[in-house]
């Protein structure tokens, strides 16, 4: 059995910082790409960061240059550091992670979410 859980999420004002964290926890065998997601009032859920298990990032345009995404593989563990936040930032983040469980058995896994709001 695998667990993903978000922590991180606060109410902050436009142009202040926070950042997410992810764990991964239970029967896992190895962790590939893991990814943050968004989905703010009204609008469908969005890829915001991921970061595969070599270190390759990807980041949604509005998000580049503000955010950076990082692993610790030594704790199952994914961060998104938000720098320069705008309320248009405001959603609930998800975070989703590929793990393989004892078994060779690989799937996706998501967190309940934790929510960020920014506010002007």
């Known amino acids: 059995q695998v667990q993903v859980v978000e922590s991180g999420g606060d109410l902050v004002q436009a142009g202040g910082s926070l950042r997410l964290s992810c764990t991964a926890s239970?029967?896992?065998?190895?962790?590939?790409?893991m990814g943050w997601y968004r989905r703010a009032p009204g609008k469908q859920r969005e890829l915001v960061a991921d970061?595969?298990?070599?270190?390759?990032?990807n980041y949604q345009d509005s998000v580049k240059g503000r955010f950076t995404i990082s692993r610790d593989d030594a704790k199952n563990t994914v961060y998104l550091q938000m720098n320069t936040l705008k309320p248009e930032d405001t959603a609930v983040y998800y975070c989703?992670?590929?793990?393989?469980?004892?078994?060779?058995?690989?799937?996706?896994?998501w967190g309940q979410g934790t929510q960020v709001i920014v506010s002007s």
């Open positions: 239970g029967t896992i065998f190895r962790i590939d790409t």
């Open positions: 970061i595969t298990s070599g270190g390759i990032t």
């Open positions: 989703n992670a590929e793990i393989t469980i004892i078994g060779d058995i690989k799937d996706h896994y």
